[in-house]
């Protein structure tokens, strides 16, 4: 490897490896990569995930037999995502943009999410750094809402929309959101986790903003479907 890249951290999970300020794979990325397996995915479908991280997802559906365009806007995201392919020997496009403005005009049959969600008291999303990886917003619907207002332009008829997100920033906001845009939506994966240092250290802002009840002790995740009609 060349020295110019940075040092690699250990491998996490399944063999991925992460560069330094490149968002690892937690339980969101692992809750998204069930639901990835139980879709039907045909040798040569064309396959984007956008805010690709780590490239965990891609390399996934690559694995499918997929066609894979995977997208973030942070270099270091793109190059760990670069390095995932080739050592797991997968061919996926990666490109360095926001979210699928690097492959204008192009639809897919499938589209696959890990978008920034947690909600912040900093207020705009920060444009550099790791921490836009998870800072959305007051609400932590920055990109979520973006990803459903480009749904409909990117999927192809039948095509299946897959995107993950806490419940923290509301679960029934977005499958009313990609209804309005004219897709079929709903939750197909839940989990419940431990919550993690970002929501730990923002836990009286959440109850003042009645983001998160006081008595919960975990943190809700939920993966939602939504097909072309």
């Not at 968002?23 to 045909?42: C, G, K, M, S």
């Not at 943009?97 to 589209?111: E, N």
């Not at 009645?210 to 939504?226: C, F, K, N, Q, Y």
Request: glycine share 10%.
């Amino acid at each position: 490897m060349s020295a110019a890249l940075p040092a690699l951290t250990a491998p996490t999970g399944r063999g991925v490896r992460v560069l330094p300020g490149v968002y690892a794979p937690q339980h969101d990325t692992h809750l998204l990569l069930r639901a990835l397996a139980r879709e039907a995915i045909r040798p040569g479908a064309d396959v984007i995930d956008l805010g690709t991280g780590s490239g965990l997802l891609a390399v996934a559906a690559a694995r499918r037999g997929a066609n894979v365009t995977a997208v973030d806007v942070a270099r270091r995201a793109v190059l760990t995502a670069r390095l995932n392919a080739l050592i797991a020997r997968r061919r996926v496009a990666v490109h360095r943009g926001d979210l699928a403005a690097p492959v204008p005009g192009r639809t897919y049959d499938l589209v696959i999410s890990n978008p920034p969600y947690v909600p912040s008291p900093h207020g705009p999303p920060p444009r550099r750094g790791s921490a836009r990886a998870w800072d959305a917003g007051p609400d932590g619907r920055a990109v979520v809402d973006r990803i459903c207002e480009a749904a409909p332009s990117l999927l192809r008829a039948g095509g299946v929309l897959l995107m993950v997100h806490s419940g923290l920033c509301g679960t029934e906001k977005t499958l009313r959101r990609l209804a309005e845009h004219g897709l079929s939506a709903t939750v197909s994966d839940v989990a419940h986790v431990p919550f993690g240092p970002v929501v730990l250290s923002r836990m009286s802002w959440l109850h003042g903003r009645d983001l998160l009840d006081r008595r919960a002790d975990r943190e809700e995740l939920v993966v939602v479907r939504a097909e072309q009609r």
